[in-house]
């Protein structure tokens, strides 16, 4: 038998070893996305034989038509979860500004950090439904801890408050939302990250700072500010990437996507298209839409992402 | 004359310093209160009657119950299967950590170590799709599992799951800080490739194992979209998905809250105990992925 070269073996070994999880990063994953790009093109309801429609379905869902001499768009829902997803993602500036408040005041030499790091790390961990019911709890209308808290202050201010319709109005539903977002990710990923990018930066640039005689505040925009950037611009680009994917849960545990629409993101719509409605096809075409606008915030993110901000050249 | 100035200038310093100490405990405080009130809000609920859950009068909340009412824990498990529930979470969590990280790590090991014709190529796609929205993908497997007649099976809750290209991108950045002179030794004393990652490569990364496990069991612990989507009968539902049907049991009344947050609470139990035993292992993690820029 002729001997087996080394690098030959190594090879073999190679391909071995990464087999297992390439068979089935192969049929979960890299097929996957072909398949889904396939079916954005074919309507289909998972009982009758899958039809060929070519354009169709994103024309239904990117195109407009004139009705009445005006120009309407062919499918009004989507557009309206186009606009509540970026509506909702207007809490991730204030999010990501928290979270480094958090990671400034925490940096700063604190007894039981350990302590204060697992509250703040609290709703990370816990469970997204248990999350959701909580807060549906809490804004509960008639007797939910947010209406009673408001009614207290009214009492004490003898202001004639009213309670308020946290998750069943128009009005409400959206900020209700945001605001538990903004309570569930102020101590999370975020704020270790930010931690971690504040223990970074060198102390001298602090030192040689003081000996100028430069005040906190002085040192916070010309030292700390640029110095984690990197960290700033990462974090907001994960949260923006994150949330065109997100408020299904929320959607699903505590409105069921209303009232009227309005709490319904692009994610619920995706599932109610799949699931609730048997659209697969249109699913996989706005699944393949997210796709492209990530796709789009990435690649911003590869060719600006280092002239925005300045990378540490220690 | 001057000494006194000094002294002046230290008491300031020394003022200045414990107001700033202050104010930041008052704000650590002060954010605390408001992480975990919503949570003794949970709990206080947990402990209370159907009937006395409703408090009509707004001035009258008990934060402590005046009687105590332990039912609910035992309730929570009569009226859905809770414990069933709790089981299947068990399962799956279980299954799908020890595939990931056996299937990752071995993955891993090549990807930072062996040479094959396409390795880079291979990599790259791993790195490709890591950035694809779930959605993307979901929808096809669904439409997978249903042609492999798998819904509502554990296979459908597992499988699918186990395999990572984040996990196994992980490992890989860990394993390449790993020095090559001890595998060298290795193999100078005859050892064979799968014998040094076994005896070397996986004892010198026990953090990063640790983390991984750490991710992907609490990731799947909280899992809730895909196991809503190929589940069917209350026996196959994790967790999750057994508390969104439990409250969906009184989708046309108000909802037995203290029951429902007794069963939240309940789900909460074991991660927070692992969280407290292992902290360190999530902010490792989170710093050995979120820092590759």
């Known amino acids: 038998m002729a001997r087996i070269k080394s690098a030959d073996r190594e090879a073999i070994a190679g391909y071995l070893f990464v087999m297992p999880n390439f068979v089935g990063f192969l049929v979960f994953t890299l097929v996957p996305v072909a398949l889904s790009l396939v079916l954005s093109f074919v309507s289909w309801d998972m009982l009758t034989a899958p039809k060929f429609i070519g354009f169709h379905n994103f024309v239904s869902l990117l195109g407009f038509h004139r009705e009445a001499g005006r120009l309407v768009s062919n499918d009004p829902l989507f557009w309206k979860c186009v606009s509540n997803t970026l509506f909702l993602m207007l809490i991730i500036p204030v999010e990501v500004m928290a979270s480094l408040a958090l990671a400034l005041v925490m940096n700063q030499k604190v007894r039981c950090i350990n302590f204060f790091r697992a509250v703040f790390f609290l709703p990370t961990i816990t469970n997204g439904v248990a999350i959701c019911l909580l807060w549906a709890w809490i804004y509960n209308y008639d007797f939910g801890l947010m209406n009673n808290i408001i009614a207290r202050i009214g009492t004490f201010l003898s202001l004639p408050l009213e309670r308020v319709p946290w998750l069943t109005s128009m009005v409400w539903a959206k900020p209700s939302l945001m605001l538990m977002g903004l309570w569930i990710m102020v101590g999370g990923y975020n704020m270790i990250l930010f931690m971690a990018a504040l223990q970074g930066v060198p102390r001298e640039l602090y030192e040689a700072a003081e000996m100028d005689g430069a005040g906190t505040w002085h040192k916070f925009w010309n030292i700390t500010w640029p110095m984690i950037s990197p960290t700033t611009f990462f974090v907001f680009i994960m949260a923006v990437i994150g949330g065109f994917q997100g408020g299904f849960m929320q959607a699903y545990i505590m409105t069921g996507g209303g009232p009227d629409r309005s709490t319904t993101t692009l994610e619920y719509l995706i599932y109610n298209h799949l699931y609730s409605w048997q659209h697969v096809g249109y699913a996989a075409a706005i699944a393949w839409f997210v796709f492209i606008v990530v796709f789009i915030i990435t690649v911003f993110n590869w060719r600006f992402g280092g002239k925005l901000v300045q990378y540490s050249h220690y | ?293």
Do not use: H
């Open chain 2, 1 to 293: 004359m001057l000494q006194d100035d000094l002294i002046q200038v230290g008491m300031n310093k020394a003022l200045a310093g414990f107001l700033k100490k202050g104010a930041i405990y008052l704000f650590l405080l002060i954010g605390g209160a408001t992480m975990v009130i919503p949570f003794l809000w949970m709990l206080s609920t947990s402990l209370k009657s159907y009937s006395s859950v409703f408090i009509f009068n707004l001035a009258d909340i008990q934060w402590i119950p005046k009687t105590i009412y332990w039912k609910n824990y035992i309730d929570v498990w009569k009226v859905v299967p809770f414990a069933r529930f709790y089981l299947n979470s068990l399962f799956v969590v279980t299954c799908v950590t020890f595939g990931q990280v056996a299937t990752s790590a071995l993955a891993a090991y090549a990807f930072a170590r062996l040479k094959f014709p396409g390795r880079d190529k291979i990599f790259f796609a791993y790195l490709a799709t890591m950035m694809i929205p779930g959605s993307v993908t979901m929808i096809p497997v669904f439409a997978l599992m249903r042609t492999f007649g798998w819904i509502d099976t554990y296979k459908a809750l597992i499988i699918p799951a186990i395999f990572s290209a984040y996990g196994t991108f992980l490992l890989r950045q860990f394993f390449m800080t790993i020095p090559r002179d001890l595998e060298d030794a290795a193999t100078i004393d005859g050892c064979t490739l799968f014998g040094i990652f076994t005896k070397v490569i996986l004892p010198l990364s026990k953090t990063a194992l640790a983390t991984l496990t750490i991710f992907v069991s609490l990731g799947n612990w909280v899992s809730f979209m895909w196991p809503l989507l190929v589940t069917n009968s209350i026996e196959k539902r994790t967790l999750p998905v057994g508390l969104a049907y439990f409250q969906e049991l009184y989708q046309y009344a108000q909802p037995d809250w203290g029951l429902l947050m007794a069963g939240s609470l309940v789900t909460m139990v074991p991660v927070i105990i692992v969280f407290l035993f292992n902290q360190r292992f999530f902010v490792e993690g989170i710093k050995l992925t979120g820092m590759k820029g």
